[in-house]
């Protein structure tokens, strides 16, 4: 066996190390990722829905449990509903209606907002007594 | 001595006009964090040109002044503690004794723990876990910039190497090419 392919069979071997690592790298996120959306952020019994009006807490709701809030404040109107773990905007009487034309939301740190309104609705863990040290 | 003083402060200069150079192109992910990092083609380049030592310092220098000049002074924990991970990690694998990994490996696994020092540093920072979640998407996205990093990196030595201007002097670097 000559030098020439020793080097390349060292060569081929280092390779696939490579190609391994790579591979791993990606599947392994990958992995995390699907396991995350598969069981991580289902809205389960610990997401509250956390409504905040003009900078203040107004409510939290479970996400589990169906529920029509209506918010009335010198700046406008704003209902809130939540149903099948989701929550979305159903009414605003803001003038540019983003926040109702805004999909429902359901997973962890999902918000809704309506700047007009001054009107925050997202939804947060209940068990992450962590969140509260960076408010 | 001197060569090698000289040649890291250019890299030092090079990182920093790529780092501009990035800043140029408009690549907008929508998700904060997905940079192509082509400052560190100078840290992996340097890392075998000049050595683990050097490319620490350029490294260092690299990300203290991007900061001064890009950005704000308050990222510059994120930047460092990103940037010195994702140093000490190809330091690492560039000292396992034998080259079971080439350049390209090593470009990728600083991309990575690039990502996973901001992320580490963010998390501290703020006191909030949830930041986590972005991690396996910034991991993914530093692989393939890791690639194309490593594969530039990879020219760029070999080419010096051959020019004769920079010789790789250390065999376990030559092994790696």
Same mark, same amino acid.
């Given at each position: 066996m000559d030098y020439e392919r020793i080097i390349y069979i060292v060569n081929r071997k280092r390779n696939i190390n490579d190609i391994i690592l790579i591979i791993m790298l990606i599947v392994l996120p990958l992995a995390a990722l699907s396991l995350n959306l598969a069981f991580g952020e289902? *809205?389960?019994? %610990?997401?509250l829905v956390v409504i905040t009006v003009m900078g203040e807490l107004y409510d939290k709701v479970p996400l589990n449990q169906d529920t029509v809030i209506e918010i009335e404040t010198e700046l406008g109107i704003n209902r809130i509903e939540i149903k099948d773990g989701q929550v979305w905007?159903?009414?605003? %009487?803001? *003038? %540019?209606q983003l926040c109702v034309n805004h999909k429902a939301v359901s997973l962890t740190g999902g918000q809704i907002v309506c700047l007009p309104n001054q009107v925050v609705v997202s939804v947060e863990s209940s068990i992450g007594s962590l969140d509260s040290i960076s408010e | 001595m001197t060569k090698k003083i000289t040649t890291a402060g250019i890299f030092t200069a090079m990182a920093i006009g790529l780092a501009f150079f990035e800043r140029l192109i408009p690549i907008d992910f929508g998700i904060p964090g997905i940079k192509l990092g082509l400052a560190n083609i100078v840290t992996v380049t340097s890392l075998f040109i000049l050595g683990p030592l050097y490319s620490i310092v350029i490294q260092i220098a690299r990300v203290i002044l991007s900061t001064l000049l !890009? &950005?704000?002074? $308050? &990222?510059l924990i994120y930047s460092l503690s990103g940037g010195l991970l994702s140093v000490a990690a190809m330091v690492l694998i560039l000292k396992i004794p034998r080259p079971v990994f080439s350049i390209i490996s090593i470009s990728v696994v600083g991309a990575v723990f690039h990502n996973i020092g901001q992320i580490l540093a963010a998390s501290f920072v703020v006191m909030n876990l949830n930041l986590a979640f972005y991690l396996p998407v910034l991991m993914i996205t530093g692989v393939i910039t890791g690639l194309f990093v490593g594969f530039v990196s990879k020219y760029l030595v070999t080419g010096l190497d051959r020019s004769g $201007? !920079?010789?790789?002097?250390d065999v376990n670097a030559r092994k790696r090419l």
């Open positions: 289902k *809205p389960g019994s %610990d997401s905007m159903s009414y605003a %009487d803001c *003038p %540019d | !890009f &950005g704000s002074p $308050a &990222g $201007a !920079f010789r790789i002097t």
